[in-house]
């Protein structure tokens, strides 16, 4: 017996100055619910830049552009930039008809030098 993949998750590190969030998953209003408490304590840290990863996410619904605009205000208040590393269109799509997609820096690729899944620091994966 073992808790259910709950469908969604979180990997971060810290690379220079840094964090690094990579979403994994069906980010919904549970995914929100219980990755929000977590991504805030991650962006108290020390740091300059905020790069969310949107790579291995395979569906986003108001619950997640929730999250996503939460990251976005939470790096405003803390004087840190932000970037979103695109993902498959089919999510992308939701970004762009909300028009949230012109309210972010996008990327199409990871920046060099932080693209290294093998260096993660925390992985949430399920609900503690």
């Known amino acids: 017996m073992g808790t259910p993949d709950p469908g969604f998750g979180l990997h971060h590190r810290v690379v220079d100055e840094s964090i690094v969030l990579t979403f994994r998953g069906e980010l919904d209003a549970w995914a929100d619910l219980e990755l929000s408490p977590r991504v805030t304590q991650l962006l108290d840290q020390p ?18 552009l929730r999250l996503l605009v ?10 840190r930039s932000l970037c ?17 997609d012109r309210s972010f820096t996008v990327l199409d690729s990871m920046p060099a030098g932080l693209d290294t899944p093998d260096d993660c620091e925390g992985d949430l994966n399920r609900p503690a």
């Open 47 to 64: 740091g300059v830049g905020v790069v969310v990863d949107l790579r291995q996410v395979s569906f986003l619904d108001a619950g997640g």
């Open 70 to 79: 939460r990251i976005k205000g939470l790096a405003i208040e803390r004087r």
């Open 84 to 100: 979103l590393v695109r993902s498959s269109p089919r999510v992308w799509r939701v970004l762009r008809i909300t028009r949230l």
